[in-house]
């Protein structure tokens, strides 16, 4: 099919397979797999659950106000236009804020898997902070570096990275499918098996995870007017990616769990791990290093891509006098926002190394300020998901459906259901992201969580009020 152009200038050049596949690479994070896996066989059901309380209701909705607003979409706009500029930017700026968590949780992932390469050498690293600082520090000035210079240099790291995500996704759940036929299962997945018990909370703990693991669909929002009969093509797509996401971290997570019985399974090396184990049984030796390779590919590429994402917002914000305008200056040969992506680095670096080891009631363990990274990366990033429910209902009654609007079924009924639905699976996962995991010092993990949280939104707040009107 021939492409398109809008009268804008827009290229009309992505069908269903377009998105969809844009759908799974902005989306599906292999680190994910891992940490749903530490519920054991009841990781199941709680896939199940995220997908039906917080993806179904996050696509209904993405959907549907995308149809509304295709030419600017984003949840931002619709934060703006519901309740605001003042909520609008407070979404924004979680929008971009939660990034400065999510690139060292992202490096502690690939620092656990890099060690992998090195087998049993390099075991006496896992819980090493010297060596959990060099290579995430490494990780996130290598993507500023690249990103400087620009996305001419960058777009090689980040199309040669999605090699680390399909490969290892598919050694995995083959290794998974193997150790099942030929040794059985390390793990009982009965009927009853599948239903949470003993520590329920920590258990249910981990399930605000697996609902931020089905976050970012809103991505097909921004290029709605690039896409052949959008209407029917994002909404499709949406579902279509969702569906494959949610077998797709079902398998992964039962492939980990039928490997590697729960006693000896770490989160940060539990997909390197189980492909050793396999490997070493069919005696190729060296696939656990392959995959681990890999997941370190992955790490840096993800760093690298985000990073330059993430730059724009302060970069725009900066133009706009909602934020210093020193962020607005372009590079004079690079023509890149290289204060933005210097200062985002800096501040990065300072939330890591006051995770690790400036924290309120004493220093952590590298376990330890991986959780407390990645859920801060969740309740920043929620933030913006309350706003977007709310806004979706005080958006729906405003008035009757525009040309093309996708709305959806049984009316004003619906709209509650999809709206109260949302709302909560996000509200509860905010609330589980308070939970400290097994082996956590509570008073450490819960002042930490709710002293940086504070401090963030604070200086979103302080941004706001100086900025001019």
């Not at 077998?247 to 980990?256: D, H, K, P, R, T």
């Not at 996708?406 to 609330?431: E, Q, Y």
Request: proline share 4%.
């Amino acid at each position: 099919m021939t492409e398109r152009r809008q009268p804008e200038g827009f290229i009309v050049a992505l069908g269903l397979r377009d998105v969809i596949l844009m759908n799974l690479v902005a989306v599906v994070g292999l680190r994910w797999i891992a940490r749903g896996a530490r519920t054991g066989p009841p990781s199941v059901t709680l896939w199940l659950l995220a997908c039906l309380l917080f993806f179904i209701p996050l696509a209904a909705v993405v959907c549907e106000l995308a149809s509304r607003d295709p030419e600017q979409g984003g949840v931002y706009v619709w934060v703006r236009k519901a309740f605001g500029t003042g909520h609008g930017f407070i979404c924004g700026w979680c929008l971009w804020v939660n990034n400065l968590f999510y690139f060292p949780s992202l490096l502690l992932f690939g620092a656990a898997n890099a060690l992998a390469v090195f087998g049993t050498r390099g075991e006496w690293l896992t819980d090493s902070r010297a060596y959990a600082v060099a290579f995430v520090l490494s990780g996130i000035w290598l993507a500023v570096g690249i990103n400087v210079i620009g996305l001419r240099l960058g777009k090689w790291l980040q199309n040669i990275g999605s090699a680390g995500v399909w490969i290892p996704a598919g050694l995995l759940i083959g290794a998974g499918a193997f150790a099942l036929a030929t040794s059985g299962s390390a793990t009982s997945f009965s009927g009853s098996a599948l239903i949470p018990r003993g520590d329920l909370l920590e258990t249910v703990g981990l399930w605000s995870a697996m609902c931020f693991a089905f976050s970012g669909f809103e991505i097909t929002s921004l290029v709605g007017r690039e896409v052949r009969d959008p209407q029917r093509t994002i909404p499709r797509g949406v579902l279509i990616a969702g569906a494959a996401a949610t077998l797709f971290y079902i398998a992964g997570s039962v492939a980990v769990l039928v490997v590697v019985p729960m006693s000896e399974l770490r989160e940060l090396s539990g997909i390197s791990d189980a492909v050793r184990i396999v490997g070493e049984r069919i005696g190729i030796g060296g696939l656990g290093a392959l995959t681990g390779g890999l997941l370190v590919l992955y790490a840096l590429a993800g760093t690298a891509s985000w990073t330059a994402g993430a730059a724009r917002v302060p970069f725009a914000a900066g133009v706009d006098r909602a934020m210093p305008a020193a962020f607005a200056r372009l590079h004079p040969r690079f023509r890149t926002p290289h204060v933005a992506l210097v200062i985002q680095g800096l501040a990065s670096t300072g939330i890591f190394l006051v995770s690790l080891y400036f924290t309120a009631g004493g220093s952590t363990s590298v376990q330890e300020a991986y959780d407390i990274l990645v859920n801060l990366t969740i309740l920043i990033y929620f933030i913006p998901y309350l706003y977007l429910f709310a806004a979706y209902v005080r958006l729906r009654t405003e008035g009757p459906a525009r040309a093309g609007e996708i709305r959806a079924p049984a009316g004003r009924a619906g709209l509650w259901l999809v709206g109260a639905t949302g709302f909560f699976a996000t509200a509860v996962s905010v609330g589980l992201t308070f939970v400290p995991p097994t082996g956590s010092n509570v008073m450490t993990y819960e002042l930490n969580l709710l002293l940086q949280a504070a401090v963030i939104l604070g200086v979103g707040i302080l941004f706001y009020r100086r900025a001019p009107l």
